[in-house]
């Protein structure tokens, strides 16, 4: 089962942007379809990207279409997401996700821990 580390979270203030970046090993046919998901407090969890390859194809939940960018990393184990325009709304804790592109967690097959981001008003 592919291992998956979430990097790069952090506070951030209001209109700011911010990386994170998910490492997975060891290489299987599963890193190929990854995803992004964010679950706020007392809040579900959220579909926000996806991506097959090296951007075939790439997903995004709606809204944020326009201000998060999905991408894979030269190493193609590591998939990014940019944050951009951040709003407090976007506060939660980032998981990444490998084994499918759906915008249902339940389709996905190995985790991360997560990472927390936090965007002050």
């Known amino acids: 089962q592919v291992q998956l580390v979430e990097s790069g979270g952090g506070l951030v203030q209001a209109g700011g942007s911010l990386r994170i970046s998910c490492a997975a090993s060891p290489r299987t046919s599963s890193e190929y379809l990854m995803g992004w998901f964010r679950q706020a407090p007392g809040k579900e969890r959220e579909f926000v990207a996806s991506i097959v390859g090296n951007g075939e194809r790439t997903d995004y939940g709606d809204s944020l279409k326009g201000r998060f960018t999905i991408s894979r990393e030269s190493d193609r184990r590591t998939v990014a997401l940019r944050m951009d325009s951040l709003i407090p709304e976007d506060t939660a804790v980032y998981y990444c996700?490998?084994?499918?592109?759906?915008?249902?967690?339940?389709?996905?097959?190995?985790w991360g821990q997560g990472t927390q981001v936090t965007v002050s008003s």
């Open positions: 996700a490998a084994g499918s592109i759906s915008q249902n967690e339940a389709e996905y097959a190995s």
